[in-house]
């Protein structure tokens, strides 16, 4: 139920309506969240409407829906029952056909059949393009066997002859889905029954007695299921791909007659008449569901199936109507994207797929596609969807949960791609320390230690002004020029500009604390507690940045008797003098996608290593695409593990030049209108372990 309502046919020059005014109508007021937003996730997850929403928690609100094991619980276990049928009536079944097994997902009712189908010696047989579950169903077999597209096509399309004295007791699976999830090919439903004709036995040397299972959790969001012409041994579906509510809810079905062709070894609560507890004695129930379902089943999520059925129905939409609409506008797509070129010829995407959206018969509604640039290059997924996001736009990026389709239209090579998983994501370029606030960077050549505050000697120190404040490079440009240099041989910190330069105690004296004058400031809101350097260094800051009353303060330790940082909120922070977090990382691809965009007359100045200094970072991180960095919750530097706690927002401290002092609009500028100005650029990291003793080192690999 995507946000277009009309699908407009360009390359035909026709408009085609599936919906009619009215449910068009209806269906704005059902998803009047989408305003100004264009949803194009439905693969990933249906929207539910607003009203199905409202209607399931009304009836929670005015029904009381016990255990369903429990004796008082016939009100829930009637709701149950007549959600088993509205499932079965949906995929134009019976209950005499198929019974219906709710589980957790359809990745559930994968497992299921692995866990408990008896090979008996035989195959797992499966469709190159298949879901990641499916590759998981290899555990439970001692055979198995990838068919690629071409070969499923070549062997499965002609009609074979059941032999049924070659039989044996070994027996086959073919796990096939009846929708690609990477490219929206529909395969042909007919294969069921050539398989249940042993078709697959021309492939190997023992015949076998075949089985299917359809994996359907993708092709039911959007098609009608018809199990009265199609008959699967088995069946998997996914209810929020359906519905959008609720989630964490699917259903095995199986065919009456291949009941036998499954066998349980666990047993549940609420799955047997009786078990002993000192004998290995149990009796299931006697209905497939019954000894499947274990445990309490989601009862609440089951019967809120209803209202989902239920809506449908309102808006008069049927599962062809929704294919033909969701068909139509993944046609559009593919047509004008097919089209888009640049300026000097080169296609904007490169589409895979297997049809070219001819028929609704044999393609569904999914598209997938690369972006490239003008030469050629490829788009990274997550500069796409960084600015999809932007935009308002809402899809899904990555090769997600199908490997054989991903390396199949990718051709990418199985050892290559292993190789691949086994290199560094990203690699450590630079380390910088800010040994006073606000000033210029100290670059780590070699590894540096890791304190509980942030790196050792970050952001330790920081000028004030005569009213307490601290001051940074939007009031004093010339701060950047400041060079402070740690002397670890003579125990010294050197503050230098220019010619000028002036010298002090790196660590305070044993008997500092008692003698000396403490000052308070703060820190983006928090208060902070240090000692004041003294007169001689703070008459030369003076001096040599032009601004009188200036003073040198050194933050505090943490001790009991001073505290170093408070938080607004009244809570000990421990961290240094930097503004939001212990460390900022910069991604350098990142910062070269910045560079490219800003205008050649502004480039003269403004190199990589320039914009790099200008964003103040801790790590700077060569990973091989742009923006990458903003998804990522941990970051492993080596095996020194960093958590994500937020983004830097930036403000016009990066239009310093960070070696003259000078102002210009760059790079704001262009990271405003490129960005739609949210200006977000670098993440704030913390370290999950802040009290173990660790060092970090440049060209360390960098894991996300």
């Given at each position: 139920?995507?946000?277009?309502?009309?699908?407009?046919?360009?390359?035909?020059?026709?408009?085609?309506?599936?919906?009619?005014?009215?449910?068009?109508?209806?269906?704005?007021?059902?998803?009047?969240?989408?305003?100004?937003?264009?949803?194009?996730?439905?693969?990933?997850?249906?929207?539910?409407?607003?009203?199905?929403?409202?209607?399931?928690?009304?009836?929670?609100?005015?029904?009381?829906?016990?255990?369903?094991?429990?004796?008082?619980?016939?009100?829930?276990?009637?709701?149950?029952?007549?959600?088993?049928?509205?499932?079965?009536?949906?995929?134009?079944?019976?209950?005499?056909?198929?019974?219906?097994?709710?589980?957790?997902?359809?990745?559930?009712?994968?497992k299921l059949i692995g866990e408990t189908f008896e090979f008996n010696g035989g195959?797992?047989?499966?469709?190159?393009?298949?879901?990641?579950?499916?590759?998981?169903?290899?555990?439970?077999?001692?055979?198995?066997?990838?068919?690629?597209?071409?070969?499923?096509?070549?062997?499965?399309?002609?009609?074979?002859?059941?032999?049924?004295?070659?039989?044996?007791?070994?027996?086959?699976?073919?796990?096939?889905?009846?929708?690609?999830?990477?490219?929206?090919?529909?395969?042909?439903?007919?294969?069921?029954?050539?398989?249940?004709?042993?078709?697959?036995?021309?492939?190997?040397?023992?015949?076998?007695?075949?089985?299917?299972?359809?994996?359907?959790?993708?092709?039911?969001?959007?098609?009608?299921?018809?199990?009265?012409?199609?008959?699967?041994?088995?069946?998997?579906?996914?209810?929020?791909?359906?519905?959008?509510?609720?989630?964490?809810?699917?259903?095995?079905?199986?065919?009456?007659?291949?009941?036998?062709?499954?066998?349980?070894?666990?047993?549940?609560?609420?799955?047997?008449?009786?078990?002993?507890?000192?004998?290995?004695?149990?009796?299931?129930?006697?209905?497939?569901?019954?000894?499947?379902?274990?445990?309490?089943?989601?009862?609440?999520?089951?019967?809120?199936?209803?209202?989902?059925?239920?809506?449908?129905?309102?808006?008069?939409?049927?599962?062809?109507?929704?294919?033909?609409?969701?068909?139509?506008?993944?046609?559009?797509?593919?047509?004008?994207?097919?089209?888009?070129?640049?300026?000097?010829?080169?296609?904007?995407?490169?589409?895979?797929?297997?049809?070219?959206?001819?028929?609704?018969?044999?393609?569904?509604?999914?598209?997938?596609?690369?972006?490239?640039?003008?030469?050629?290059?490829?788009?990274?997924?997550?500069?796409?969807?960084?600015?999809?996001?932007?935009?308002?736009?809402?899809?899904?990026?990555?090769?997600?949960?199908?490997?054989?389709?991903?390396?199949?239209?990718?051709?990418?090579?199985?050892?290559?791609?292993?190789?691949?998983?086994?290199?560094?994501?990203?690699?450590?370029?630079?380390?910088?320390?800010?040994?006073?606030?606000?000033?210029?960077?100290?670059?780590?050549?070699g590894s540096w230690k890791l304190t509980h505050i942030g790196l050792e000697y970050?952001?330790?120190?920081?000028?004030?002004?005569?009213?307490?404040?601290?001051?940074?490079?939007?009031?004093?440009?010339?701060?950047?020029?400041?060079?402070?240099?740690?002397?670890?041989?003579?125990?010294?910190?050197?503050?230098?500009?220019?010619?000028?330069?002036?010298?002090?105690?790196?660590?305070?004296?044993?008997?500092?604390?008692?003698?000396?004058?403490?000052?308070?400031?703060?820190?983006?809101?928090?208060?902070?507690?240090?000692?004041?350097?003294?007169?001689?260094?703070?008459?030369?800051?003076?001096?040599?940045?032009?601004?009188?009353?200036?003073?040198?303060?050194?933050?505090?330790?943490?001790?009991?008797?001073?505290?170093?940082?408070?938080?607004?909120?009244?809570?000990?922070?421990?961290?240094?003098?930097?503004?939001?977090?212990?460390?900022?990382?910069?991604?350098?691809?990142?910062?070269?996608?910045?560079?490219?965009?800003?205008?050649?007359?502004?480039?003269?100045?403004?190199?990589?290593?320039?914009?790099?200094?200008?964003?103040?970072?801790?790590?700077?991180?060569?990973?091989?695409?742009?923006?990458?960095?903003?998804?990522?919750?941990?970051?492993?530097?080596?095996?020194?593990?960093?958590?994500?706690?937020?983004?830097?927002?930036?403000?016009?401290?990066?239009?310093?030049?960070?070696?003259?002092?000078?102002?210009?609009?760059?790079?704001?500028?262009?990271?405003?209108?490129?960005?739609?100005?949210?200006?977000?650029?670098?993440?704030?990291?913390?370290?999950?372990?802040?009290?173990?003793?660790?060092?970090?080192?440049?060209?360390?690999?960098?894991?996300?």
């Amino acid at each position: 139920m995507e946000k277009s309502l009309k699908t407009e046919n360009k390359i035909q020059n026709e408009k085609c309506y599936v919906y009619s005014k009215e449910q068009a109508s209806k269906i704005r007021c059902e998803f009047s969240r989408l305003k100004d937003l264009c949803y194009l996730d439905h693969a990933g997850a249906t929207l539910y409407s607003e009203k199905q929403l409202a209607n399931i928690f009304t009836d929670l609100s005015n029904n009381i829906y016990s255990n369903p094991h429990s004796h008082s619980s016939e009100f829930t276990k009637d709701a149950v029952d007549i959600v088993r049928y509205k499932v079965l009536s949906f995929v134009k079944t019976s209950p005499d056909q198929y019974s219906v097994i709710f589980t957790s997902g359809a990745t559930h009712a994968l497992k299921l059949i692995g866990e408990t189908f008896e090979f008996n010696g035989g195959t797992l047989a499966y469709l190159e393009d298949n879901h990641t579950s499916v590759l998981g169903m290899r555990k439970f077999a001692s055979n198995f066997r990838e068919l690629k597209v071409e070969e499923a096509f070549n062997v499965l399309s002609n009609p074979a002859d059941s032999n049924s004295e070659l039989r044996n007791g070994k027996n086959g699976l073919f796990v096939y889905p009846a929708q690609s999830n990477f490219a929206g090919t529909k395969y042909p439903l007919s294969w069921i029954k050539t398989v249940k004709c042993e078709a697959l036995n021309h492939l190997f040397a023992t015949p076998e007695n075949w089985y299917t299972l359809l994996d359907a959790a993708c092709f039911a969001s959007t098609n009608q299921l018809d199990l009265h012409q199609y008959q699967p041994d088995f069946i998997s579906i996914s209810f929020y791909k359906i519905f959008g509510y609720p989630t964490g809810l699917g259903a095995l079905l199986v065919k009456r007659s291949s009941e036998n062709a499954l066998t349980k070894t666990y047993f549940g609560g609420g799955t047997v008449l009786m078990a002993l507890s000192a004998q290995n004695v149990m009796i299931p129930k006697p209905i497939i569901y019954e000894q499947f379902e274990d445990g309490t089943i989601s009862f609440l999520s089951i019967s809120s199936l209803r209202h989902g059925f239920d809506i449908l129905q309102t808006l008069n939409l049927t599962p062809d109507l929704i294919s033909l609409h969701t068909f139509n506008v993944a046609k559009y797509t593919f047509a004008n994207l097919m089209e888009m070129h640049h300026s000097n010829g080169t296609a904007v995407a490169e589409l895979y797929h297997d049809t070219k959206f001819e028929s609704v018969k044999t393609q569904g509604s999914i598209i997938n596609f690369n972006l490239k640039r003008p030469n050629g290059n490829y788009v990274g997924y997550s500069e796409v969807l960084h600015f999809a996001n932007l935009n308002g736009v809402h899809l899904r990026t990555g090769c997600f949960c199908n490997p054989g389709a991903c390396q199949k239209y990718l051709k990418l090579d199985p050892d290559k791609v292993q190789n691949q998983f086994e290199e560094i994501t990203g690699k450590l370029v630079n380390i910088y320390v800010y040994p006073v606030k606000s000033c210029a960077p100290l670059a780590v050549k070699g590894s540096w230690k890791l304190t509980h505050i942030g790196l050792e000697y970050d952001r330790r120190w920081m000028i004030v002004n005569s009213s307490g404040a601290c001051v940074s490079q939007k009031k004093i440009g010339k701060l950047c020029t400041l060079k402070p240099i740690l002397d670890f041989s003579r125990k010294m910190l050197k503050l230098k500009i220019n010619d000028s330069e002036i010298s002090m105690p790196l660590e305070p004296e044993e008997n500092a604390s008692s003698n000396a004058n403490f000052c308070n400031s703060k820190v983006c809101g928090d208060k902070v507690q240090g000692f004041d350097c003294g007169n001689e260094v703070a008459e030369w800051l003076s001096a040599n940045l032009g601004e009188f009353g200036l003073r040198l303060l050194r933050q505090c330790d943490f001790t009991a008797h001073t505290s170093g940082r408070h938080s607004t909120q009244g809570e000990q922070t421990l961290m240094s003098l930097a503004n939001k977090a212990e460390y900022l990382v910069i991604n350098m691809r990142t910062a070269q996608w910045l560079r490219e965009r800003i205008p050649q007359d502004d480039l003269l100045c403004l190199t990589l290593e320039s914009i790099l200094l200008r964003f103040r970072a801790n790590f700077v991180v060569d990973f091989t695409e742009p923006f990458v960095e903003n998804d990522l919750a941990i970051l492993l530097f080596n095996d020194v593990a960093f958590k994500f706690t937020g983004h830097c927002r930036r403000c016009q401290m990066i239009c310093i030049d960070q070696e003259t002092g000078e102002k210009s609009k760059e790079p704001l500028r262009t990271l405003s209108k490129e960005l739609n100005g949210q200006m977000r650029f670098g993440i704030y990291l913390s370290r999950n372990d802040s009290l173990g003793q660790y060092y970090i080192e440049t060209g360390s690999s960098v894991k996300g």
